[in-house]
């Protein structure tokens, strides 16, 4: 492997950056409508499953990362691999495909909102321009331009942070409240969906391949000083800023509804709630919002569609040019808002389908790790492996839980 020298100032930022990528994946429009939803509709009920899912992705990130730097391959290369069946091969790119389109259509929509928020501009017409702007972010991973990318990357997460957090800064919540929220607890069918929608919405599949891809491009040529040990320990760094980041802002998006929104007429869409805070608020908070939304959906579109390429390429070993395949993924969402439906409900519905496809990404993530043949002395401890299974049992009961309210009528 060829390695070059980096000065010893700039070694551990250079470690910095896979992790802040990825974690836009958390700071999509499906999460702005799915927090934005729950805290509206139920106020602080649903504080504790913020805070679980990103304990959760914590976890979940991490080892696709350590997946990534100990093997220099992304997971799907390595599930590409390991199903020798041509048709097994295809099946598991076709529902991965299909929670990556799930993807594109929340971050599409989220773009188009903001900008019929921002211009007054048509929403088909925002799809577009989302569309099209994400392409072009998306072009510079392609070229080769990681640090670039990762750099346009991190910049729209510090404008989602700022954009979204500025309301609870103006009207902060009481600690009881919110205290309050972090008992675990679900009132009615309802609640469920949120919850689900909310847990799809944090831990995302999409995000799992990618993050592992992230840290192979990154990594592929290493310092001279960068062990495999260090490049772990530091990626726990990366990790831990970029939820940090992911997992406040979400709180706050949340905090915010149940504080200015919850039975406030209306709040139950992002236009509606957009409205609201501009009455309670004012122009400049809302303009921030609106902002956040627009960023969210630029910078997780572009990386919603490099996990897409990434599933294609290691699954199928295809690779479909860039414009082509923005042009097919972009189908579905213009073709939603050109329906007439409601999109903010199309956003936490598109969540729910994420965390559907949560299991399959996540449930052969721990299996990889924990293989010694695999990891070497990288290999998960049992402790790790207990923490990945209880994380698994707990996504797959509460889809279980919402199929049977679902189809029981509940």
């Known amino acids: 492997m060829t390695r070059v020298a980096v000065p010893r100032s700039e070694r551990l930022l250079w470690l910095l950056g896979p992790a802040l990528v990825a974690g836009v994946a958390y700071l999509d429009p499906g999460n702005v409508a799915s927090n934005m939803t729950a805290g509206a509709a139920f106020g602080f009920l649903l504080v504790w499953v913020v805070v679980l899912g990103n304990l959760m992705a914590w976890l979940v990130q991490y080892l696709s990362a350590k997946l990534g730097i100990v093997t220099g391959k992304s997971l799907p290369e390595l599930l590409g691999e390991r199903i020798l069946s041509k048709w097994g091969r295809r099946a598991y790119w076709l529902q991965a495909e299909l929670v990556a389109m799930a993807t594109d259509v929340a971050e599409i929509i989220g773009g188009a909102i903001a900008l019929l928020l921002l211009f007054n501009l048509p929403l088909i017409l925002g799809g577009v321009i989302t569309g099209v702007v994400s392409m072009t972010i998306l072009a510079l991973s392609a070229r080769g331009r990681q640090k670039i990318f990762e750099r346009v990357i991190i910049s729209m997460l510090l404008i989602i942070a700022i954009g979204f957090a500025a309301g609870v800064v103006l009207n902060p919540p009481t600690a009881g409240d919110v205290l309050g929220g972090l008992v675990p607890r679900l009132e009615g069918s309802r609640s469920v969906l949120l919850a689900v929608s909310i847990l799809g919405a944090t831990i995302m599949p999409h995000a799992i391949y990618a993050h592992s891809a992230l840290t192979r491009d990154r990594f592929l040529v290493r310092t001279a000083s960068q062990s495999t040990t260090r490049l772990i320990w530091a990626t726990k760094w990366d990790v831990s800023i970029a939820l940090v980041i992911a997992g406040a802002v979400n709180l706050a998006i949340l905090l915010v509804a149940a504080t200015s929104l919850q039975g406030v007429p209306g709040t139950d869409t992002l236009v509606g709630a957009h409205n609201a805070i501009l009455a309670a608020m004012g122009g400049v908070v809302a303009t921030m919002f609106a902002l956040g939304l627009l960023a969210s959906g630029l910078a997780s579109s572009s990386v919603g569609a490099y996990a897409g390429a990434e599933i294609m390429h290691g699954l199928l070993r295809l690779r479909i ?20 439906l409601e999109p903010t409900y199309v956003l936490v519905l598109s969540q729910v389908v994420l965390s559907f496809g ?13 293989r010694r043949s695999l990891m070497g ?28 309210l679902v189809f029981s009528g509940s």
């Open 321 to 340: 040019p860039l414009f082509w395949r923005r042009t097919i993924t972009l189908i579905p969402a213009l073709v939603i808002l050109s329906a007439g």
């Open 377 to 404: 002395e990288f290999a998960n401890r049992w402790q790790t492996n207990t923490a990945g299974v209880l994380t698994s049992i707990t996504l797959v009961g509460l889809n279980a839980a919402l199929l049977y």
């Open 358 to 370: 949560i299991p399959f990404a996540l449930i052969p993530l721990i299996w990889l790790t924990s």
